[in-house]
């Protein structure tokens, strides 16, 4: 079956870089039919969308708005997985981070474990 | 962005009761909506898609619907393991939203 498995840090601080990996087995980081999110929660903004890749023909990649400038998502086709880099981050970004697969009319059916990531120096 | 509303914040059932919970949309999203159920610790699992499809694996006492805008996730015999805070997404436009979460609780 398919499944998610999440790597990074758990502590960053303030004004760097966050970075978080997530690992995808029983599908393709190319698959045509889905794409890759990263979603994060905290109490103070709930679940929250961050940006997505995927590939139809070639790759792209979205992004929220308030999140634009700051956020990358790409793709590793090597190692079937893809990644998350949040740029100058602040105590806000404090949240636990999701990649989750979303798979069309199903949406978001399958979730990686989650990183719970502190910024705090 | 389209607001997701979830009535109540909160609720507390006891084993077997009927339960209801709400999430409204700021504009249409047509059948476009999600259901996720989220244990404490976990990430959250999807229940309900397209408004009233029941994901493979899932309880049939899990069930959702539509009205407009307004649309129910329906627990028709609460369980000790259904405690856990639910969540409605819409996924009609971009970007992706959520509601805030419903916590159930058991009497």
């Given amino acids: ?121 | 962005d389209i607001q997701m509303t979830q009535s109540p914040s909160t609720l507390s059932a006891s084993v077997g009761d009927r339960v209801t919970i709400t999430c409204r949309a700021s504009q249409s999203i047509s059948d476009w909506l999600a259901w996720y159920q989220q244990k404490p610790g976990k990430a959250p699992k999807l229940l309900i898609f397209k408004a009233s499809s029941l994901e493979s694996g899932v309880p049939s006492r899990f069930s959702g619907s539509r009205s407009g805008i307004e649309f129910t996730l329906t627990i028709t015999s609460l369980q000790p393991d259904d405690l856990a805070t639910y969540y409605c997404q819409q996924y009609n436009s971009y970007p992706w939203t959520f509601g805030r979460g419903t916590k159930v609780e058991i009497k």
Avoid: H
């Fill in chain 1, 1 to 121: 079956q398919v499944q998610l498995q999440q790597s990074g840090p758990g502590l960053v601080k303030p004004s760097q870089t966050l970075s978080l990996t997530c690992a995808i087995s029983g599908d393709s980081v190319s698959a045509n039919s889905v794409t890759w999110d990263w979603i994060r929660q905290s109490p103070s903004r709930g679940l929250e969308w961050l940006g997505r890749t995927g590939y139809t023909s070639r790759w792209f990649s979205d992004y929220a708005e308030p999140m634009r400038g700051r956020v990358n998502i790409n793709s590793d086709t090597t190692n079937n997985q893809v990644s998350l880099q949040l740029s100058s981050v602040t105590p806000e970004d404090t949240a636990v981070y999701y990649c989750a697969r979303k798979n069309g009319v199903f949406s978001f059916d399958i979730w990686g474990q989650g990183i719970m990531v502190t910024v705090s120096s």
